[in-house]
């Protein structure tokens, strides 16, 4: 067990729909980070958040968008769905600061578009 | 940006022998590699990690080698086992920014009797 949590686990939207995921992080980590797995792929990132910021983002187009709480927690929204953003939706969470951050996944949130 | 590339994409090995996956990366700033272990339908699980300051990090049956100079870093699993059986997936990133992985595409693992 990680002590990231991810909800929902599995869920299906139409295209063009919006879907919201949620992330709880680790006890005492600040940092959570979101990555898409396609099929067959290695994840992929989508953006940080630190401090309720994003702090860094990956090859993803502005309807991928995401919030970090006070506590830490996250969440992430994409709209306008294509079929393509089927896939499974991974929040990592970590702890910023010197020495370097081992990150630790959450289970994932199976999402497919139809 | 980084980029990541992992050989072999397959890999199949009679239980007992050894495995080696070697992966390199393009940005000489990254300066630590992840090495996770992914198994059907769940998250991808950090099974061992080495930052850029240790040449050799070893755990029981695992370890991982890193050539700075050369930006190749490679996991060996020694005596497998069928429940090594998985995708292993290499990873990069720069330290204060370790949240940023670079994946590399995967190796999947098969451990046969």
């Known amino acids: 067990e990680t002590g990231v949590t991810q909800s929902p686990t599995h869920l299906i939207k139409t295209r063009g729909q919006q879907v919201t995921l949620r992330c709880s992080s680790q006890s005492g980590h600040n940092t959570v980070s979101w990555y898409q797995q396609a099929l067959g792929q290695g994840p992929q990132f989508i953006f940080q958040?630190?401090?309720?910021?994003?702090?860094g983002r990956g090859n993803f187009p502005p309807r991928f968008s995401g919030l970090q709480f006070p506590n830490y927690s996250s969440e992430l929204n994409v709209n306008a769905l294509e079929l393509d953003d089927s896939a499974l939706y991974l929040c990592a969470s970590s702890l910023q600061g010197p020495g370097g951050n081992t990150i630790y996944f959450g289970e994932g949130s199976w999402l497919t578009v139809v | 940006g980084e980029n990541v590339e992992q050989h072999p994409s397959t890999l199949s090995v009679q239980e007992g022998d050894s495995a080696v996956i070697k992966c390199t990366y393009s940005?000489?700033?990254?300066?630590?590699f992840p090495w996770y272990k992914q198994e059907l339908g769940k998250r991808p699980q950090l099974i061992i990690d080495i930052r850029s300051n240790v040449g050799e990090k070893k755990d029981q049956r695992i370890a991982v080698t890193l050539n700075k100079t050369a930006k190749h870093f490679s996991l060996h699993i020694t005596e497998t086992q069928p429940e090594d059986s998985a995708v292993y997936f290499c990873?990069?990133?720069?330290?204060?920014?370790?949240?940023?992985?670079?994946f590399g595409t995967g190796t999947r693992l098969q451990v046969t009797l």
């Open positions: 958040y630190y401090r309720e910021e994003e702090n």
């Open positions: 990873a990069a990133s720069i330290t204060g920014t370790a949240s940023k992985l670079t």
């Open positions: 940005d000489s700033a990254s300066n630590y």
